[in-house]
């Protein structure tokens, strides 16, 4: 265990380093090959992009930190676990996108919401009208 903290941490180092701060746009493809390196080191297969696999797991975090954070709305249609890790999430999202490859130039947020509304999907809830005052 502490050695998959020892690399995280150096992963999360490399994502937040200069040399990433222009990396742009993030479509399916870049976030697929991205969590594929990822995967990698989940199955402690060392040989691989570590920047890539940054990429992944701060993309990843990044996005169900926003949907936790996200607790209230009507059109909220992704609620995360809160006792969930960040592989699980990585899993899914290489799944969801190995699975719509016709989509893949669409923007990675944009996915991985439709990935996580898959598998997390909010109750419905139905707004009360509100009496004239």
């Known amino acids: 265990m502490k050695k998959i903290s020892t690399i995280i941490l150096l992963i999360s ?14 479509d399916g493809n ?5 969590c594929s390196e990822l995967s990698k080191l989940l199955k ?5 992009d570590s920047f890539e696999a940054g990429r992944c797991w701060g993309y ?3 996005s169900t930190d926003i949907y936790k954070v996200i607790k209230y709305g009507s059109s909220r249609i ?6 969930q890790e960040v592989s699980d999430y990585v899993r899914i ?9 016709k989509d ?11 990935a996580f509304a898959e598998i ?3 109750p419905q809830t139905q707004l009360q009208p509100q009496s004239p005052e």
């Open 78 to 83: 992704v609620c995360i676990p809160e006792e």
């Open 104 to 114: 893949l130039d669409r923007p990675a947020f944009e996915l991985i919401t439709k």
């Open 30 to 34: 870049k976030i697929l090959s991205a």
């Open 13 to 26: 180092i490399f994502v937040s380093s200069p040399a990433s701060a222009g990396v742009g746009y993030t």
């Open 93 to 101: 999202v290489i799944k969801y996108l190995n699975e719509h490859p």
């Open 60 to 62: 990843i975090s990044a």
């Open 44 to 48: 402690n297969q060392f040989e691989l």
């Open 120 to 122: 997390f999907p909010c």
